[in-house]
């Protein structure tokens, strides 16, 4: 699966970095996300899933390819 993200609603709320530091990361500018690796399997994606689930706009999604 694969992390997409829907950049403009993203508010920097920092959900996504806390719950997998190892598939996302912050920008430096305006603290949105960054996703460190869009490609995700077993452990990473339960963890993107959670990422998602935990994101107060709904930024975080993912797609089969
Ligand atoms: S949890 Fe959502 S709104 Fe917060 S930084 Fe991550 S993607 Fe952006």
Redesign the pocket.
Known sequence: MRIR?HRD?????????LVAPEL?D?RDDD???VVLAEQVTGTGLDKARE?AD????R??YLTEE
């Open positions: 993200t609603t993203c508010i920097g709320a920092g959900r996504c970095y996302f912050q603290a949105t996300v990422a935990e994101c107060p706009t930024t975080l």
